[in-house]
């Protein structure tokens, strides 16, 4: 079984495949760090990574060649990425979104301890976290449309959606491995 999780900006996606991965004994796939880290090669964040995607469509098909090739050739995973539902069409594909708010608190919380993320300069406050999380899905949305024509923030398009603004990370765990249960 491959299981697909994309979402909203600090919905709780790494925290779920990262539990869901321990629990089911699957392999983990986070596109969203190895974007950070091709951004960090090229001396950028993310944030101007995405924006120098928007013409350089390069940066996206890497790892989306990469994640279709983990679709046809492995089983028994999970893999965090926007485009991950599409590009693995047989997956649960499973979608978590939190309100803009409350992801971005989550965000700056994670960015005041040590983290990895190679987000944006000059987050220093939740407001600069919003600001910055309203344009990364705004470039993710124009280079999806732009090279593949398809709206990773359609929720129609997604097997399971859950809201994990008022939701404990094992309320969203448990709603997911029930779903998965079922899909056995």
């Known amino acids: ?5 994309s979402g909203t900006l600090g919905a709780g996606k790494s925290t779920i495949a990262e539990k869901l991965a321990k629990e089911l004994n699957y392999k983990r ?21 995405n924006i120098y995607g928007e013409t350089h469509p390069e940066t ?10 983990l679709g046809q050739t492995q089983d028994d995973f999970i893999i965090e990425g926007r485009t991950s539902w599409f590009l693995i069409p047989n997956s649960i594909k499973i979608y978590i979104k939190v ?18 993320r190679n987000e944006a300069k ?21 280079r999806y449309k732009k090279y593949y024509k398809k709206d990773c923030f359609d929720e129609s398009n997604f097997d399971l959606v859950i809201d994990s603004t008022n939701l404990t990370v094992d309320e969203v765990f ?10 056995k």
């Open 99 to 116: 309100s803009p708010e409350e992801g971005a608190k989550r965000i700056f919380k994670s960015l005041q301890g040590k983290n990895k």
């Open 1 to 5: 079984m491959i299981i697909t999780i």
């Open 29 to 49: 796939y986070y596109i969203g760090q190895i974007r950070r880290d091709m951004a960090k090669k090229k001396g950028m964040t993310l944030e101007e990574y």
């Open 122 to 142: 000059n987050l220093k406050t939740v407001e600069d976290v919003l600001k910055n999380n309203q344009e990364r899905m705004r470039s993710d949305d124009f």
């Open 60 to 69: 996206d098909k890497e790892v989306d060649d990469y994640q279709k090739k």
């Open 174 to 183: 448990n709603q997911i491995m029930d779903y998965i249960k079922k899909q």
